[in-house]
C-alpha cells in the first residue's frame, strides 16, 4: 500500500499562494510559535529540530524579545545615515565584550550573505590600504557554503551553481575542505589534520602570494562534510600558514556563531582567532534579520585613523529595531546560560548517535554542541543516495511533519549535482533552550520518522 498518498505535498501555486515567485513550500501553513514549538493553522504541534534555517538559538516567542523591539519601535524604525545610531554603538560595544580579543570592532548588516560579501571587501581595501594594491584572491572550500549572491556562490566552489550562474560568477580559487571521509586508513586525526591543511599552502603558493588576499572558511565541514569538525591542529595550521604569507583567515561563523557549539563562537574551541569573522542567524536568534563583520584592531586601524575610507553600505545595514534585538539577544544568551545549556545538551543529544547509526539509512552522524548532522543514505556500503525518482526527501520531510517535526535541509538533493557517492545530510539543531527531556522526545520522532522512511522505500 502507497502510505504516501496520505501525506503532505507541496502547496500548488494556486491562489494567494501562487503570487509568491518560485514558493512551493509543504502543506503545512504556521500560524504560532512558541519555545522549542511550531503550531499549524490546523493546530498540530511540531518540534523545531533544525531551528528554522540552523538559525534559532533563542525559544521562539521571548517576551523579552518582544518587549526590546516594542521599545526602539516607539522611539524610531530607522535613521538618516549621517545620524548617530545609539542601538548600533550598544550593540556594537556588547558585541564586543564577548569577541576573540582583538576583534573589538564590528560592521552590521541584514544577513549572511551581505556578511560575507561585507567580510570580502574589508579584506580587499586592508590590503589597498596597505599599499599591497595586488592582493585580491579569496580563496574558499570545494563544497563550502557562503550565501546567495552571485559574490558569495562564486566563493563556495558548488558546480550546481555553475549550471545556472557560471559566466557571472567570479572563479576564485577553492582548496579541499578537510575531510575524514578521505583519511587513509590508521593514520591518525591529527596527523591528516596538518597534511590537509597544507593543500591551502600550495593553493597560495601557486596562486602568487602576492595576489592572495584572504582564506575564508566554516568552523565545520560543509557540503557532503557537513558537520565534520577537524582537529585543532587543522585550524591552528591554517592560521600558521595565513600568517606566513600575510593572508587574512575569515572565519564564516554565520551558523556556529552565538552559542550553537557550546561557544560563543566556534573557532574558540581550536584556540585560534580568526582576523575577520561573519556572523548572521543567531545574533538576533533570527527574531530580526541582522549579521555583522567582526574585524581585527590591525584590520581597523588605518580606518579608525582616517587613512582609509571602507567603500560599501546597506540601506538596512544596523537597522535600529534589529540592532535592539541583537542587544537583547546577548543578554538573554548571558541570562539564561543559554551557551552552558547547549554544551550540556549537545552531550546528550550526542548520546543518541549510536541508535541514529543502527538505521539502514544513516551512514554518519557528527557535529558538536546542538548541532547534530545525519547524513542520509540508500545505502551504506556505496553511500549512495536514492535516485531523484523515488523522491525520498519530499517522502522523508513528509513524515517528519505526520510525526510533529519540522526539519531544514531536505527538498535540495534534486538540485544537488554530486561528484562523489555520498548522502545527503540532515540538521538537528534546536533552540538553545531545549531540554534533556524535549530532546528525547525529539529524537524519539526522528527515529520513528527513519523506520518508517525506509519502510516506505524498501530500504
Not at 545609539?86 to 573589538?104: E, F, G, H, Y
Not at 600568517?243 to 561563523?253: G, M, P, R
Not at 545574533?283 to 571602507?310: K, Q, R
Not at 554530486?418 to 540538521?427: D, I, N, Q
Request: charged share 20%.
Amino acid at each position: 500500500m502507497d502510505l504516501r498518498r496520505n501525506l503532505p505535498a507541496p502547496l500548488k501555486p494556486e491562489g494567494d499562494w501562487a503570487h509568491i515567485f518560485s514558493y512551493h513550500p509543504m502543506d503545512v501553513e504556521l500560524e504560532r510559535a512558541e519555545g522549542i514549538y511550531y503550531w499549524d493553522t490546523e493546530g498540530n504541534k511540531y518540534i523545531d529540530a533544525s531551528g528554522g534555517p540552523m538559525a534559532f538559538t533563542l525559544p521562539h516567542g521571548d517576551p523579552r524579545m518582544k518587549q526590546a523591539i516594542a521599545d526602539q519601535m516607539d522611539k524610531f524604525t530607522h535613521i538618516h545615515p549621517v545620524l548617530a545610531s545609539r542601538p548600533r554603538a550598544d550593540l556594537c560595544a556588547k558585541i564586543a565584550t564577548i569577541t576573540p580579543p582583538k576583534l573589538n570592532t564590528t560592521y552590521l548588516v541584514s544577513g549572511g550573505s551581505e556578511a560575507v560579501e561585507t567580510a570580502m571587501k574589508a579584506a580587499r581595501q586592508h590590503h589597498v590600504a596597505n599599499g599591497k594594491i595586488e592582493k585580491y584572491k579569496i580563496m574558499s572550500n570545494y563544497q563550502s557554503y557562503h550565501g546567495m549572491t552571485l559574490a558569495t556562490q562564486g566563493l563556495s566552489g558548488n558546480p550546481s551553481y555553475d549550471r545556472y550562474f557560471g559566466p557571472m560568477l567570479p572563479k576564485w580559487p577553492h582548496i579541499h575542505q578537510y575531510s575524514d571521509h578521505d583519511r587513509p586508513e590508521g593514520m591518525p586525526r591529527e596527523e591528516w589534520a596538518i597534511k590537509s591543511a597544507g593543500e591551502l599552502e600550495k593553493a597560495i603558493y601557486f596562486e602568487g602570494p602576492h595576489t592572495v588576499a584572504a582564506y575564508i572558511a566554516t568552523p565545520h565541514g560543509c557540503g557532503s562534510d557537513y558537520g565534520v569538525v577537524a582537529p585543532k591542529e587543522y585550524w591552528q595550521e591554517i592560521r600558521r600558514i595565513c600568517d606566513h604569507y600575510d593572508v587574512l583567515l575569515i572565519a564564516d561563523e554565520v551558523v556556529t556563531g552565538f552559542g550553537r557549539t557550546g561557544k560563543w563562537f566556534a573557532m574558540e574551541q581550536f584556540g585560534v582567532e580568526a582576523d575577520i569573522m561573519t556572523t548572521a542567524k543567531g545574533i538576533s536568534g533570527c527574531y530580526l534579520p541582522l549579521g555583522a563583520v567582526m574585524v581585527s584592531d590591525e584590520i581597523n586601524a588605518p580606518f579608525e585613523a582616517g587613512d582609509a575610507h571602507f567603500v560599501h553600505g546597506f540601506t538596512n545595514g544596523g537597522h535600529p529595531l534589529a540592532c535592539a534585538a541583537g542587544s537583547m539577544a546577548i543578554d538573554i544568551l548571558q541570562s539564561d546560560g543559554l551557551m552552558e545549556n547547549a554544551a550540556a545538551m549537545g552531550e546528550h543529544l550526542f548520546s543518541w548517535k549510536d541508535k541514529m547509526l543502527e538505521h539502514r539509512t544513516v551512514a554518519d552522524a557528527r557535529g558538536w554542541g546542538l548541532f547534530m548532522v545525519l547524513e542520509l543514505v540508500e545505502n551504506k556500503t556505496t553511500m549512495e543516495y536514492f535516485d531523484q525518482d523515488k523522491g525520498a526527501e519530499g517522502l522523508f520531510q513528509a513524515l517528519a511533519h505526520k510525526n510533529g517535526l519540522v526539519f531544514y535541509g531536505t527538498l535540495y538533493g534534486a538540485r544537488r549535482q554530486p561528484l562523489f557517492k555520498r548522502g545527503l545530510p540532515l540538521w538537528i539543531s534546536p533552540p538553545l533552550s531545549i531540554t534533556k527531556d524535549q530532546i528525547d522526545d525529539m529524537m524519539a520522532r526522528l527515529d520513528d520518522t527513519l523506520g518508517e522512511w525506509e519502510e516506505q522505500l524498501g530500504v
